[in-house]
């Protein structure tokens, strides 16, 4: 059953009943034994995976290299490094296949379809003739931010296929260590476009859920023009509100009422989110209909704007690694078995903490 969602008139909405998963871990006293296993962890993760440890601390400027941790992941930045390193749970890459992740939705009976899919493939030159014709969008299934807009007259045939064969050679993912993408072959995909009805206008709404804790809510109007929008933030009891702040990628605010199909909409990102322990849900909608744009395992590369570096941020404690792949599922290394027995403990303790 998924948590409850009390809205009001303004759009506004509490989450009655959330607690934290666990104590804040940098509270937490460890026995010196724990201590020395996690400090030994740490230093396997240094020892073996620097680089992918150095570039995810350089994309946010509140982690701290010397101090940053991922054995012990105690922020949300952290929990983002963590599970690139441990997290290899083989739903990621259909999430973020733009491909797949049309049948997940279909196979796990969600609540939200994707646009409609007119064709996939691996050759640029069996793009069918017809689908150039209409009005669409082009993109690689293994990327984002790499997409193109069909109009009927505005390129031609070879233009549109020398672009296609671009976007077959690019890797997503891989600079930043973002494990899913790796997953993933490359193929493209032309799928329909999402068109505003009369009267009304597109924007993407990005759903950011913790755990049972929807966190942040962000809506952005003229994604490709000249960017507005507005943020929805949890307070420490998780009634999500509308900020007063500007968005991270624009500083025009839009003072928009939330659209009509709002309500429904939210809860269709926390029905989506909820197999997982974190995930980010970025939906199109124009006030009546909604599609899924695309869903999101590692925010902006590894991190959480604002609040990425803080332990003992509510969205921090409502993540809860107990929900992923790697502590569910054990592990064939002896090492790793012992790691996901040992954190899991560790996290089962910190939780009658709270």
Request: glycine share 6%.
């Amino acid at each position: 059953m998924l948590p409850p969602l009390v809205f009001h008139t303004d759009g506004s909405f509490r989450q009655p009943g959330l607690r934290p998963s666990h104590a804040p871990l940098d509270d937490l006293p460890l026995k010196p034994a724990e201590r020395r296993y996690f400090d030994r962890m740490e230093r396997w993760v240094v020892e073996t995976h620097e680089k992918l440890r150095w570039r995810s601390v350089r994309i946010d400027k509140a982690n701290v290299l010397e101090t940053f941790q991922v054995a012990l992941p105690r922020s949300i930045n952290e929990k983002f490094t963590w599970r690139k390193l441990f997290d290899h749970d083989p739903r990621l890459p259909v999430l973020i296949d733009k491909i797949a992740v049309k049948d997940w939705l279909v196979t796990e009976r969600m609540p939200l379809r994707a646009p409609e899919l007119l064709w996939q493939g691996t050759d640029p030159d069996a793009i069918p003739a017809s689908v150039l014709t209409r009005r669409a969008v082009m993109k690689p299934a293994q990327g984002w931010r790499s997409q193109l807009f069909l109009r009927p007259g505005e390129a031609e045939p070879a233009e549109i296929r020398a672009a296609a064969a671009e976007m077959l050679t690019h890797r997503h993912g891989w600079r930043l260590f973002e494990w899913g993408y790796s997953r993933i072959p490359p193929r493209l995909l032309i799928e329909e476009e999402i068109v505003a009805a009369p009267g009304t206008r597109l924007e993407e709404v990005k759903v950011y859920v913790f755990g049972d804790r929807i966190e942040r809510i962000v809506r952005l109007f003229d994604r490709f023009g000249t960017i507005s929008g507005q943020v929805w933030d949890a307070d420490a009891d998780g009634w999500v509100q509308r900020s007063n702040r500007p968005l991270d990628v624009a500083e025009i605010i839009d003072r928009a009422p939330p659209p009509p199909n709002w309500e429904e909409m939210i809860r269709a990102a926390q029905q989506i989110a909820a197999p997982f322990d974190h995930m980010r849900v970025d939906l199109l909608t124009d006030g009546s209909r909604a599609v899924l744009n695309e869903m999101t395992v590692y925010n902006q590369g590894g991190r959480m704007a604002r609040i990425g570096a803080d332990g003992a941020h509510p969205a921090t404690l409502a993540w809860d690694l107990r929900r992923s792949w790697f502590l569910r599922t054990p592990q064939v290394d002896p090492m790793l078995e012992e790691y996901r027995l040992t954190l899991g403990a560790l996290l089962d303790w910190a939780e009658t903490q709270v």
